[in-house]
């Protein structure tokens, strides 16, 4: 079966560390970009970050430059998202999805699950 | 960056016609994909590069994209397809996706 597990998610305080993960089975990982993209509670969704097939790109929205780290281990079948000094609007369910290009497009075409992160005293 | 605009709800009886719109500048330059999230769930492609449906979603969706102005069009509504929906482009100006603010389809 095609599918994305995300885990890692949890609660942390605001200026702290987390690092979610993304399991991917039934499909070649290897040969697909991949994307993180969030909800927070109640809001509607944001793409956080992409990345390359090989790692060798990676992009993300500006709200999380500098704090965030998207990465990929393709012997693993695995995407990561560290995220470091999180605040308060970082709280969200983060969804790993894979992004794949359609002509002169982009979208995702597969999503996870969803984690929880709440940044939270 | 590129904007999307959706109403932020829209309601329909069932076995009516529902219509989500997803407004922004020259969209129908664009390709529109629409995604639908029932509560609890992970988003899913519904329609892809305007008007495309993937395998196993039902001919009762369909998307449309012209002008200032993509639509998603649903035919005979039933209470299954209460969700929200999400439009979402590629902004090329950006090299970033962008995705609307989402609606939320009431089944009367």
């Known amino acids: 079966e095609v599918q994305l597990e995300e885990s890692g998610g949890g609660l942390v305080q605001p200026g702290g560390s987390l690092r979610l993960s993304c399991a991917a089975s039934g499909f070649t990982f290897s040969t697909y970009w991949m994307s993180w993209v969030r909800q927070a509670p109640g809001r509607g969704l944001e793409w956080v970050a992409n990345?390359?097939?090989?790692?060798?790109?990676?992009y993300s929205v500006d709200s999380v430059k500098g704090r965030f780290s998207i990465s990929r281990d393709n012997a693993k079948n695995s995407l990561y998202l560290q995220m470091n000094s999180l605040r308060a609007e970082d709280t969200a369910v983060y969804y790993c999805?894979?992004?794949?290009?359609?002509?002169?497009?982009?979208?995702?075409?597969?999503w996870g699950r969803g984690i929880l992160v709440t940044v939270s005293s | 960056s590129y904007v999307l605009t959706q109403p932020p709800s829209v309601s329909v009886a069932p076995g009516q016609t529902a219509r989500v719109t997803c407004g922004g500048n020259?969209?129908?330059?664009?390709?529109v994909h629409w995604y639908q999230q029932k509560p609890g769930q992970a988003p899913l492609l519904v329609i892809y590069?305007?008007?495309d449906r993937p395998s196993g979603i039902p001919e009762r969706f369909s998307g449309s994209n012209s002008g200032n102005t993509a639509t998603l069009t649903i035919i005979r509504v039933e209470a299954g397809d209460e969700a929200d929906y999400y439009c979402?482009?590629?902004?090329?100006?950006?090299?970033?996706?962008?995705f609307g603010g989402g609606t939320k389809l009431t089944v009367l």
């Open positions: 590069y305007d008007s």
């Open positions: 999805a894979r992004y794949q290009r359609w002509e002169t497009s982009w979208l995702f075409d597969l």
């Open positions: 020259n969209i129908g330059d664009k390709s």
């Open positions: 990345i390359k097939q090989d790692g060798s790109e990676q």
């Open positions: 979402q482009v590629w902004d090329s100006s950006s090299d970033h996706p962008v």
